[in-house]
Structures are given as structure tokens and as C-alpha cells.
Nanobody
């Protein structure tokens, strides 16, 4: 069984930064495509970013492109989301997820999910 545990959320002012971490245990971390998703109150879950198994390929939602950076450290079995220039509309619960599919931004194709970490951006 794969377990994912997010950390690093919190309250930050608009324009500030946060770095989320997601520690993964269980089967081989390097065999999973990793992604970050978020869900704001009253809204559907949305894709944020994804990173390939090697870390060599990344893909971002247009809403975060240029502000967020996804990375992974396979030795530390951890995936990160560096969030800069945060906006109030970034407020959401952020989830990391793992998929056995080569590449997908579709949350329904991710097999394992963390419990989420709250990010709140004040104006």
C-alpha cells in the first residue's frame, strides 16, 4: 500500500511563498508519476502540476504556470511544490497524488492520494 503525507501548508499574504512537501512510502517511488491537485471550497478539484518519474518532464495548469514549480527527490522519496507570488485565488486544500500511468493531468487516473494540506492566501 502506498501512503502519501503532505506538509507545508499554512496562511500567507498575497505575494508570498510556500513550499509543500509530499512524503511517499510503500512501493518504489520512482515508478510513479506524481501530481499536485487542489480543491477550493465549493469548487471541483483541479489539476495543478505533474512531474514524470525521472523528474525530467513537468506540466502545469495555466493558472499557476510561471509561479509554481514541481520537483521530486527520488532518493528522499518526496515531491515538492514551490509556490511563489501567491494569490488569494490559490486558497485551497492541496493534495499530492501518484499514478502508474505514464502521463496524465486527470485526477481520476491517479491511484493514491494524500490527506491534503490547507493553503490560505490573504489579500
Amino acid at each position: 500500500q502506498v501512503q502519501l503525507v503532505e506538509s507545508g501548508g499554512g496562511l500567507v499574504q498575497a505575494g508570498g511563498s510556500l513550499r509543500l512537501s509530499c512524503a511517499v512510502s510503500g512501493r518504489t517511488f520512482g515508478s510513479y508519476l506524481m501530481g499536485w491537485f487542489r480543491q477550493a471550497p465549493g469548487k471541483e478539484r483541479e489539476f495543478v502540476a505533474t512531474i514524470s518519474r525521472s523528474g525530467g518532464t513537468t506540466y502545469y495548469a495555466d493558472s499557476v504556470k510561471g509561479r509554481f514549480t514541481i520537483s521530486r527527490d527520488n532518493a528522499k522519496v518526496t515531491v515538492y511544490l514551490q509556490m511563489n507570488s501567491l494569490k488569494p485565488e490559490d486558497t485551497a486544500v492541496y493534495y499530492c497524488a501518484a499514478s502508474t500511468i505514464y502521463y496524465t493531468p486527470n485526477g481520476a487516473e491517479y491511484d493514491y492520494w494524500g490527506q491534503g494540506t490547507q493553503v490560505t492566501v490573504s489579500s
